[in-house]
C-alpha cells in the first residue's frame, strides 16, 4: 500500500525534486499563495519521475507495450532509415505519454541489444507523426530470443529535453525490464513483423504489462 502512494522514483527525477523542494521553501517566505503552487509543482514532478515496479507476463509468445500511455497509431509502415530498414515493411505501434504517465520504457520482450542509434532534432509535439522524422530520438534494435527483430524508438516530446538510454549493445534483458526513460512528455514506437496485433487504437496501456501483440 505504501509503495502506491509512494513509488519509488527514477534517479533522472533527485535533481529536479531537489531544485522544486528548495524553490518553494523559498518562495513560501514571501507568498503562501504562490508557494501552495509549488507545493503542487513539487508533487507532480515527483510523480513524473515515479518507476513502480511492473510484472511482466513471462511469455515470449507476446510483446508487452514499452511505455505507459495511449495508442495513437497502428499501421504497416517501412523501417526506420537510420537503421537502414527503410526497404522493410513492418508493423507500427506508436504509444503516446502524456506528462501525467510514467516516462519509464521496458523491453517488450526477452531479446539482445543488437544497436543503440541516438539522433538529435527538434522538439515537436510528440503526438504527430512528422516527430517520427524531426524529434530528438533514440532506436533499439533488438534480436529477440525466437530470431525475431524489432525496433524501439524513443521520441522526445514538446517539452522533452532528454532521452535517457540505460542498457548497452550486446546487453541482453528480460521481458520487462527497463532500457531507459524520457523526460516531459514524449512518445514510444515500436516495430515488428509476424505477430498478430491484440492492441487498439485510443487503448490505455501499461508499460511492461499491457500486451501489444502475439504470435
Excluded at 508557494?35 to 515515479?50: N, P, Q
Aim: charged share 25%; with cysteine.
Amino acid at each position: 500500500m505504501f509503495n502506491s502512494i509512494f513509488p519509488k522514483i527514477h534517479k533522472e527525477g533527485y535533481k529536479f525534486l531537489a531544485i522544486s523542494i528548495l524553490l518553494t521553501f523559498i518562495v513560501l517566505f514571501f507568498s503562501g499563495f504562490l508557494g501552495a503552487i509549488l507545493i503542487l509543482v513539487t508533487i507532480w514532478v515527483y510523480y513524473f519521475f515515479r518507476d513502480p515496479e511492473r510484472f511482466s507476463i513471462g511469455d515470449d509468445n507476446f510483446l508487452v507495450s514499452p511505455a505507459d500511455g495511449l495508442i495513437t497509431d497502428i499501421s504497416e509502415k517501412s523501417g526506420p532509415e537510420e537503421l537502414k530498414l527503410e526497404n522493410i515493411s513492418f508493423t507500427k505501434v506508436s504509444v503516446f505519454m502524456n506528462v501525467f504517465n510514467c516516462h519509464v520504457n521496458r523491453i517488450p520482450s526477452s531479446g539482445t541489444i543488437e544497436e543503440i542509434f541516438y539522433k538529435p532534432g527538434k522538439f515537436l509535439n510528440a503526438s504527430l507523426d512528422k516527430a517520427s522524422e524531426e524529434n530528438e530520438r533514440n532506436f533499439f534494435k533488438i534480436k529477440l530470443n525466437d530470431g525475431e527483430q524489432i525496433i524501439i524508438c524513443q521520441i522526445a516530446g514538446l517539452i522533452a529535453r532528454r532521452i535517457v538510454c540505460e542498457v548497452e549493445q550486446g546487453q541482453q534483458l528480460k521481458q520487462g525490464e527497463r532500457i531507459g526513460m524520457i523526460r516531459f512528455g514524449s512518445r514510444v514506437d515500436i516495430y515488428f513483423k509476424n505477430k498478430k496485433v491484440l492492441a487498439k487504437l485510443g487503448q490505455n496501456v501499461v508499460a511492461g504489462e499491457s500486451l501489444l501483440a502475439s504470435k
